[in-house]
């Protein structure tokens, strides 16, 4: 699939400091440490009702990973799916009487806008599910060689307890495996299955539903195997960061891992699982299933400055669940323009320890709240005082792109 482009991010003075990043399966910050080539991971959006602020918030996260590893030298090696076939979109194709392909191909068009005009910077490679069916076949094809596979009623299923190792992404008990997995798409009390945790890998045809032909036979992918199959193909094995949503963790993360592991028979999948938290509205989480949604698309055509929206998520940090507020966007606003009136001056303080507070603070686990005060403090101080130094201006300008992605 294209991704999508943005303008060039500048370059800055000498280098960042490197990154660390809370890791769920530890429990812990612990230090990234890429080769020269980074490795990440980021699931995508399964397309229709996109883009969503809890959308934005997640990609914007992962983002500000991708722009510290480059500022720290490495090279990003950015991978994300597009999730175009699979029950829920199926079941809109369904409800709205649409072609899902069409619902699919417009709503990650949409996406693609979106991503630019919140200065997301693209994957190298963006990947869909039906682009990877003969991938996912083949990699269960190799773990039905191992004997991690059996047929429930001619759907395919992975033994997720063959894996030594499942369990250890999220840390849950298995009642609540249990409940997670029946909330976000499991089927844990199908009859026939061996664990009720184990998880779909190939659903034979369904009436009136779309199906490939594979050496599997006629059917399509389970949703866990689409991302293992997907990293695989084209970050390999140990990537440096799986990352998503919070409401990933459990089971798409964990089973997703645990496929790898088995097809590989290497461990662990990934170095770090970075979650990022979830943003409400209306008093919920904001869901397709509830429809409490607030679109990037409707703000922007309203007139809002997407570096508005922008900034309106870096003022929390990235793990935390909150909610959106207009009272937040207006913060937002006003904050970009204190910003913009600052680098509009011809001089101002100096910015070297603003630059080097924000390296700071980001290298440890994304502290965006604190990287906006730094250059809060900068703007006030060249707004009132002012100053002399006739670079800081641009250099202020350069980090908040580079480094926030938010364009002044
Ligand atoms: N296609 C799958 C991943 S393979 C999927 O979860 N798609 S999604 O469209 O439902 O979500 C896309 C991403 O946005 C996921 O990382 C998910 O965790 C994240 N996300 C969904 N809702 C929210 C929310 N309210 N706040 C923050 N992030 C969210
Ligand atoms: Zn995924």
Redesign the pocket.
Same mark, same amino acid.
């Given at each position: 699939m294209d991704s999508w482009v943005v303008p060039s991010r500048p370059d800055l003075p000498g280098t960042g400091a490197p990154l660390r990043l809370f890791d769920t399966a530890s429990a812990q910050i612990r230090p990234t440490a890429p080769g020269p080539v980074a490795r990440i991971y980021?699931?995508?959006?399964?397309?229709y009702?996109?883009t969503?602020?809890?959308?934005a918030?997640?990609?914007v996260a992962f983002d500000l990973i991708n722009r510290a590893w480059i500022d720290a030298g490495h090279e990003v090696h950015y991978v994300q799916?597009?999730?175009d076939i699979?029950d829920?979109l199926l079941e809109r194709a369904v409800a709205t009487g649409q072609d899902w392909r069409a619902i699919a191909d417009r709503e990650t068009a949409l996406f693609r806008q979106d991503m630019a005009a919140l200065n997301v910077l693209p994957p190298r490679n963006y990947i869909g599910a039906v682009e990877s069916i003969p991938s996912v076949a083949q990699y269960v094809e190799r773990l039905q060689a191992r004997g991690d596979v059996y047929a429930v009623d001619g759907d395919l299923y992975f033994r997720v307890r063959s894996d030594p190792h499942f369990g250890s992404v999220a840390n849950l008990d298995v009642e609540t495996m249990l409940r997670l997995f029946a909330e976000r798409g499991g089927d844990p009390d199908r009859p026939g299955k061996e664990d009720p945790l184990d998880s779909l890998v190939w659903q034979s045809e369904r009436p009136n539903e779309p199906a490939w032909d594979t050496p599997l036979g006629h059917g399509r992918p389970g &949703?866990h195997i689409?991302?293992a199959a997907i990293a695989l193909d084209f970050l390999g094995m140990t990537i440096d960061v799986q990352?998503?949503?919070?409401?990933?963790v459990f089971p798409?993360h964990e089973m997703g891992a645990s496929e790898a592991q088995r097809i590989t028979s290497e461990y662990p999948f990934a170095r770090h699982y970075v979650?990022?938290?979830?943003?409400? &509205?209306q008093g919920h989480?904001?869901?397709?299933s509830r429809g409490n949604l607030v679109f990037v698309s409707t703000l922007r055509h309203e007139g809002v400055d997407p570096m508005a929206i922008r900034m309106a998520l870096l003022a929390h940090h990235y793990r935390s669940d909150w909610a959106w507020t207009p009272h937040g966007l207006e913060g937002a606003t006003e904050r970009l323009a204190r910003w913009r009136a600052a680098v509009a001056l011809p001089s101002g303080p100096s910015a070297d320890t603003t630059l080097a507070r924000v390296r700071e603070v980001l290298a440890d686990d994304l502290r965006t709240p604190s990287a906006l005060d730094a250059i809060d403090s900068w703007a006030h101080a060249a707004l009132t005082t002012g100053g002399d130094d006739r670079q800081a201006p641009d250099l202020i300008s350069r980090m908040s792109d580079a480094l926030l992605g938010v364009r002044l």
């Open positions: 980021v699931c995508g959006i399964t397309p009702d996109a969503h602020i809890g959308h918030n997640t990609y799916n597009v999730t699979d829920p &949703w689409e991302c990352g998503g949503g919070s409401d990933l798409h979650h990022s938290g979830m943003v409400g &509205w989480k904001m869901s397709k």
